[in-house]
T-cell receptor, first 109, second 110 residues
Framework: GQQVMQIPQYQHVQEGEDFTTYCNSSTTLSNIQWYKQRPGGHPVFLIQ?????EVKKQKRLTFQFGEAKKNSSLHITATQTTDVGTYFC?????????FGKGTSLLVTP | KAGVTQTPRYLIKTRGQQVTLSCSPISGHRSVSWYQQTPGQGLQFLFEYFSETQRNKGNFPGRFSGRQFSNSRSEMNVSTLELGDSALYLCASSLGDTIYFGEGSWLTVV
């Protein structure tokens, strides 16, 4: 079955540094979704990418979908303490989402 | 507009007992899915319902079951609880592409 792998597992940055998390799927994805979960909170939908090679931006966040639709990345420019949390990617498969294990981001001021 | 509501938020059960968790989706959302989140396994799909029909089921034992009512509210049940069932159980509803998660039900099995 489809497996979604995400790296790194943890990332600790100084405020103002950039951050990137990478997601790879064992199979071609119809789409990929990104979520953010704050400590003690629930996953919050960030974005969905559908097209091969798609790039979308949300303020300091840039999301990319690979040409082969098997990998994706989330890049945060100039991190802030409010960016702290775990970022998950998820591939859709038959009304279900296969989540990566997430990248936990810690930002120190 | 109210979000996805899950009850109870926290509960403690003993091994062998059963538990029922409830989820009220966002008004108008007909798709409801359930996920288990643990530190070791991450977020794992349990099942998804649409118009009272289960459309997909994850790789969990038969002790895990669910249902959806005509008003789209959903329940999941876990029978014969095991220590390993301790987890955050998340319900999500969707209308189209965006999925909204509830705050979850924290289950501790002792």
């Amino acid at each position: 079955g489809q497996q979604v792998m995400q790296i790194p597992q943890y990332q600790h940055v100084q405020e103002g540094e950039d951050f990137t998390t990478y997601c790879n799927s064992s199979t071609t994805l119809s789409n990929i979704q990104w979520y953010k979960q704050r400590p003690g909170g629930h996953p919050v939908f960030l974005i969905q990418l559908v097209k091969s090679g798609e790039v979308k931006k949300q303020k300091r966040l840039t999301f990319q979908f690979g040409e082969a639709k098997k990998n994706s990345s989330l890049h945060i420019t100039a991190t802030q303490t409010t960016d702290v949390g775990t970022y998950f990617c998820a591939g859709e498969a038959g009304y279900a989402l296969n989540f990566g294990k997430g990248t936990s981001l810690l930002v120190t001021p | 507009k109210a979000g996805v509501t899950q009850t109870p938020r926290y509960l403690i059960k003993t091994r062998g007992q059963q538990v029922t968790l409830s989820c009220s989706p966002i008004s108008g959302h007909r798709s409801v899915s359930w996920y288990q989140q643990t530190p070791g396994q991450g977020l794992q799909f349990l099942f998804e319902y649409f118009s009272e029909t289960q459309r997909n089921k994850g790789n969990f034992p038969g002790r895990f079951s669910g249902r959806q009512f005509s008003n789209s509210r959903s329940e999941m049940n876990v029978s014969t609880l095991e220590l390993g069932d301790s987890a955050l159980y998340l319900c999500a509803s969707s209308l189209g592409d965006t999925i909204y998660f509830g705050e979850g039900s924290w289950l501790t099995v002792v």
